[in-house]
């Protein structure tokens, strides 16, 4: 029993919390902001559960749909389902039963947040199948990841304004940034098995398309940061992730794969501080 357990867990990709960090940070970006530095407990708690689970849904989902791809690819070979040590089957039911959790969780919130949490539901879904039609599948898991924003704003303050919109956008465009430095490490597998990612479209421009992006974060992030008149702690977060932007792509330079995966992982960081500053801002900026 433990030994199965284990499998689910390793499928859910618990021991490895990168993308619940990813998918956290903007979400808790945007309650704090909804809640002017206070959020609601309950509603923060909901999110903080509902991240987790739907992290681990998203994981799981993916497996399913990649079982015929994961088994070429050297960095997903040894994944639960690709390895055979869980079935199709048990996939698809644990996936139904963490967004059954998931959408339990979300009934404890306003109607607008569970009519949103559907489509939230649909893009986890979805999302793996994409790389098979576009080599734009990192747009579309910025979507679905961003789309915790609108429904943090919609929970907190019970509609979604014009901030909410600015910051999902700003989520999309991180995440086509560090989900193409991920891509970056699988690339060379990928054009041979054919799989379609922005890292393969990119080519030789990556490097400069990544640094168009994050600089273009940033620049959203400070103009936010004016329109809800966050100040200096907001401004030295900001400069501080500016660091972390300059060091990924330092790591990224050469191309080389375990560097580009510590880039990615590194991004964990940048959200991070954004989110430090957001909080002391609140809190102690006056």
């Known amino acids: 029993m433990m030994a199965r357990l284990y499998q689910y867990i390793l499928l859910m990709r618990l021991h490895r919390p990168i993308g619940i960090f990813l998918l956290l940070w903007p979400t808790l970006w945007a309650l704090w902001i909804a809640g002017n530095g206070y959020p609601d407990v309950l509603v ?59 959408f339990g969780l979300v009934l404890l919130l306003n109607i607008l947040t569970i009519m949103l949490s559907v489509v939230g539901v649909l893009l986890a879904a979805t999302y793996p199948f994409i790389k098979r039609y576009t080599h734009w599948p990192q747009v579309y898991l910025g979507v679905a990841f961003g789309w915790a924003i609108p429904m943090a704003y919609a929970a907190q303050t019970g509609y979604i304004d014009t901030v909410a919109w600015g910051l999902f956008i700003i989520n999309i465009l991180w995440t086509v940034a560090y989900d193409t430095m991920y891509a970056m490490v699988d690339r060379d597998e990928d054009l041979v098995i054919g799989v379609k990612s922005t890292a393969v479209l990119f080519g030789n421009a990556d490097k400069k398309i990544i640094m168009g992006l994050q600089i273009t ?25 500016t660091c972390l932007v300059i060091y990924q792509q330092w790591l990224i330079k050469d191309r080389v794969p375990k560097r580009c995966f510590q880039a990615f992982l590194n991004n964990h960081w940048f959200g991070a501080t954004i989110f430090v500053g957001i909080v002391t801002d609140y809190y102690w900026g006056g």
Do not use: W
Request: hydrophobic content about 55%.
């Open 217 to 241: 974060v940033l620049i959203l992030l400070f103009v936010i940061g004016k329109v809800i008149s966050l100040g200096h702690f907001y401004q030295l977060s900001i400069l501080f992730a």
């Open 44 to 102: 923060t708690t909901v999110f903080i559960l509902g991240v987790i689970i739907m992290r681990s849904a998203g994981c799981v989902i993916n497996d399913y749909a990649d079982r015929d791809i994961d088994p070429l690819v050297s960095r997903t070979c040894e994944r639960p389902l690709a390895a055979g040590r869980v079935s199709e089957r048990e996939t698809l039911i644990l996936f139904i039963i963490l967004c059954l959790f998931a």
